[in-house]
């Protein structure tokens, strides 16, 4: 299975993660993470492949983010509420997301990826 990136073009993380698959000629599709969101379906499967809390997918330093109080709200929240949340608005996501057949990289960290890809 080609791996899937999801990202945001404007993001200077996500333009560094890209740049290092192409620089390490890993296959891949990107996916636009605010035109074409992530389903709560998608975004439950990735977790569990993951092995990351469910708040790791969270774009903690995102406008959106802080402009809806999640700091404080999604404690209280049930998993179920805050995939329903993650699916409704891509820039909640954190990104970029590396999505294989039995992983997903959340974040780019060249060390993790580079481990978690085998490169």
Not at 67 to 77: C, G, I, N, Q
Not at 95 to 112: D, H, Q, T, Y
Request: charged share 25%; net charge neutral; aromatic share 8%.
């Amino acid at each position: 299975m080609e791996l899937l990136m999801l990202w945001y073009p404007k993001c200077s993380t996500c333009q560094k993660a890209k740049k290092w698959l192409d620089e390490h000629n890993v296959p891949y599709t990107l996916r636009h993470i605010a035109e074409d969101n992530p389903s709560s379906q998608e975004l439950g499967q990735w977790q569990e492949k993951s092995g990351l809390p469910l708040k790791k997918f969270f774009n903690t330093s995102g406008l959106v983010y802080k402009e809806l109080e999640l700091k404080t709200k999604l404690p209280a929240m049930a998993l179920e509420e805050q995939l329903a949340l993650l699916a409704s608005n891509g820039m909640l996501v954190k990104r970029p997301i590396l999505v294989g057949e039995s992983k997903a990289l959340v974040g780019f960290k060249e060390k993790e990826w580079a481990e978690g890809l085998g490169v």
